[in-house]
């Protein structure tokens, strides 16, 4: 059976001049636990979540997922996986329900079946009270609530969800943690793509961080920290944009990676974060720049982005 | 199974739509109610008597001696112009001149004025032997605003001028035949000729032996005439079709959009089945718009269609057609909004070529060349003859170059739509 498979996968898009989204990424997903694709926006974290959905073809390389190819058993595949895409894609005009219904019918079921799964879809994502209200007059967090559900009707093996947390309230976002966790537990495979950090590190099992087009480091959370060592990461806020002092800052001792400087905030990766605080304040002050905000973090996912590329998460 | 399952949602949603359902059923019907009753309250057209002043200054051919076979040709179409045969259609009277004719015309009380010239009836009983002819002119005048009374004015006076001329050629040809007998007696023969002049021009007010019957080989009874509602309202219901299909095949577009297309393609529906559950879904839509327009029509404007099996064939012809250019007009556009700005541009651009605004009348002239080249021009005319009581034989043409008309925009929206998303 086995979990997804991907080997060497390629993407191009409008070649030869176009972005490369895809490029010669490999990686495994094990059956049973959520894998998080990691990266900023840009990365190809969607374009290698559309080859999984046989939405798109890659340009070379190959996937496979439950042991079906998704190129060449599309069908196959997807009777196994469950998408959440990005944006809310329902109808809007419908009921909660009608849209249960429609997508439920779209993977195959009918009847009975299909009465009960919508049930307990509903009874999953609560929201058995409103069901025959249409979605238009549903809030932003229970379209969210459908839009999971909807990708959950016919058991999928694979769940697949894309950014499913960008724009919403703090308590819908942790209702969709939760549920992914529960259906995880259920045991679901889950793939999700996010360029939050701490979702990914709450929620996931392993983790591969994209950059792009490219899969730059897979691992659980602790063995991607591993990769930065002993250092720390310190967070700036200054009174202005200045690249001349993140060039200087890159030239003293101690300091591994400076981030680009952007709206006045950039990060820095170094060994000593105690040692060197103060002379970052002073060669602040040298050029009459003052620091607004200083932040000290043990390292982390966003670190391990900031020593792999340079750059941090949120560039 | 599952298109039908796509058809059945998109119907659902078009129906919801309050929009979708005004320019689908409102515009139509609302159109054709107001023009219905424009001309006519629903019934056929009707156009009061036209008012008709007649100075007649002719005072007849005489001989020398009175004689009953004097003519005059004055009396005679001022007669025919106040006959009773007439009242319908023209409300006339009589001026003692010329120029009172006139003046009533140009003061708005009458429409058209009719003035008989003195030597109207000399003009047909002159030449008897070498005589330059007369040329008399009967003139008609008229409120330069004005186009059908005075028309109808013309076309009645003409019919008794040529009557009247046709006299006159009766009156040369006794002439001719009676000298040519060896008759010399010029009084004797002038009598004769004028008696068969009257003969011919009496001949030509009674009821002719022969008349043209214009009738339409494709219709079947002449006398079923529909009323003006169902006239208007069949052009209103195919062009609003067209804007019916769009709505749906529009959907397509929105559906790319907001995404929920690239999320059916991710679900174990093949694609192609996807898109036949779109197709057949801008395919129910109209049909049942214009089922529903047919119904209405019949029950609240008292329409009458016709044989229930052309008339069904017909409108699925027309919701193929209509769906299948619906789709075909929003298939190479990228944007909903740019599929609606293309659709609507060539739905008027056909609804004025093929005719819809003008119902299912003919005009003829190079309209009706023009109209052929339109699937909704042939609509029409299918419709036109089912209103006239024509059968299948009637409707056998239009609904084959219909059927053609659908299997083009239908392979050419197929293309593109498969170039798109396959």
């Known amino acids: 059976m086995g979990g997804i498979v991907v080997e060497k996968l390629s993407k191009q898009y409008d070649p030869p001049k176009g972005p490369v989204a895809a490029d010669n990424v490999s990686f495994e997903i094990r059956e049973g636990e959520i894998f998080s694709l990691l990266g900023p926006n840009g990365a190809g974290k969607t374009t290698v979540l559309s080859i999984l959905s046989c939405l798109l073809r890659p340009d070379a390389g190959g996937a496979h997922v439950g042991g079906y190819s998704v190129t060449d058993e599309a069908t196959e595949v997807k009777k196994l996986i469950g998408v959440v895409p990005q944006d809310i894609a329902l109808y809007d005009d419908l009921t909660g329900r009608e849209n249960l219904q429609f997508w439920g019918r779209m ?78 537990t259920a045991g679901v495979t889950v793939l999700y793509t996010t360029h939050y950090m701490e979702e990914a590190q709450e929620l996931s099992h392993r983790i591969g961080i994209m950059d792009r087009g490219a899969m730059i480091a897979i691992g659980t959370q602790e063995e991607l920290v591993r990769l930065v060592g002993e250092q720390a990461r310190i967070d700036l806020h200054l009174d202005r944009e200045s690249e001349t002092l ?24 170094v060994t000593d974060a105690n040692t060197l605080a103060p002379r970052l304040f002073e060669s602040a002050g040298e050029i009459g720049a003052r620091v607004n905000e200083i932040a000290l973090t043990e390292p982390n996912l966003e670190t391990v982005f900031l020593h792999l590329t340079g750059r941090a998460l949120r560039d | 199974m599952r298109p039908l399952v796509i058809a059945w949602k998109d119907l659902r949603r078009t129906y919801r739509s309050i929009a979708s359902l005004a320019m689908m059923l409102l515009a139509p019907l609302v159109l054709a109610f107001a023009l219905g009753a424009a001309f006519g309250s629903g019934d056929n057209f009707t156009i009061g008597p036209i008012e008709t002043i007649v100075a007649n200054l002719d005072s007849g051919s005489q001989s020398s001696e009175p004689n009953p076979t004097d003519l005059d040709a004055g009396a005679m179409l001022a007669g025919f112009l106040a006959g009773s045969d007439l009242d319908d ?12 004719a006139r003046a ?92 068969a002049a009257a003969a011919y021009a009496a001949a030509a007010r009674s009821e002719p032996p022969i008349r043209v019957d214009g009738r339409d080989p494709n219709s079947g009874d002449e006398s079923a005439a529909p009323n003006v509602a169902s006239q208007v309202l069949v052009g209103m219901m195919i062009f609003f079709m067209l804007f019916g299909a769009a709505t749906p095949a529009r959907n397509i577009i929105d559906e790319h959009r907001d995404g929920t297309l690239t999320r059916l393609f991710t679900t174990p529906t093949p694609r192609n089945r996807i898109l036949a559950g779109k197709y057949i879904g801008v395919f129910a839509v109209v049909l049942l718009q214009s089922v529903i327009i047919l119904l209405v029509g019949r029950l609240l404007m008292g329409a009458r269609w016709g044989a229930i099996g052309p008339v069904a064939v017909l ?68 419709w036109g003859h089912l209103l006239f009581g024509g059968s299948w034989s009637s409707i056998a043409l239009p609904v084959a170059v219909v059927v053609g008309f659908a299997a083009v925009f239908f392979a050419l929206a197929t293309f593109f739509f498969r170039r798109r998303y396959a």
Not at chain 1, 260 to 265: H, K, T, V
Not at chain 2, 341 to 365: K, M, T, Y
């Open chain 1, 107 to 184: 993977y195959g079921l009918r009847g009975s079946t299909l009465a009960r799964r919508v049930d307990e879809v509903l009874e999953l994502i609560g929201l058995v009270d409103r069901q025959r209200d249409r979605l238009g007059k549903y809030s932003g967090g229970m379209k969210r609530r459908v839009n999971i559900g909807a990708a959950l009707l016919h058991h999928p093996r694979f769940l697949y969800l894309d950014e499913p947390t960008v724009g919403i309230d703090p308590q819908s976002r942790r209702a969709i943690l939760d549920g992914v966790k529960d259906f995880n």
């Open chain 1, 246 to 269: 993140a060039a200087q800052w890159r030239n003293l001792p101690g300091v591994s990676s400076v981030s680009e400087p952007e709206e006045g905030r950039l990060s820095l990766l």
């Open chain 2, 104 to 195: 009533a015309v140009d003061r708005g009380d009458a429409a058209v004025a009719v003035v008989i010239p003195d030597d109207f009836s000399e003009a047909i009983t002159a030449d008897a032997g070498g005589q330059p002819e007369l040329g008399s002119r009967v003139l008609i005048y008229s409120d330069p605003t004005l186009e059908t009374g005075p028309a109808i004015v013309t076309t009645v006076v003409n019919s008794v001028v040529d009557g009247l001329n046709g006299a006159r050629a009766a009156y040369l040809t006794s002439l001719q035949l009676g000298a040519a007998a060896g008759l010399s007696d010029t009084e004797r023969l002038a009598a004769a000729s004028q008696r």
């Open chain 2, 315 to 382: 409108t699925v012809c027309g919701a193929l057609v209509a769906a299948s250019l619906g789709l075909f007009t929003v298939s190479f556009a990228k944007t909903p909004a740019q599929a609606g700005a293309v659709s609507a541009a060539i739905f008027v651009f056909l609804g004025l070529a093929g005719g819809n605004f003008v119902g299912s009348v003919d005009i003829g002239g190079a309209f009706a060349l023009i109209r052929r080249f339109t699937p909704n021009g042939w609509l029409l005319e299918g």
């Open chain 2, 89 to 100: 259609l023209l409300d006339v009277s009589s001026a003692e001149s010329a120029a009172a």
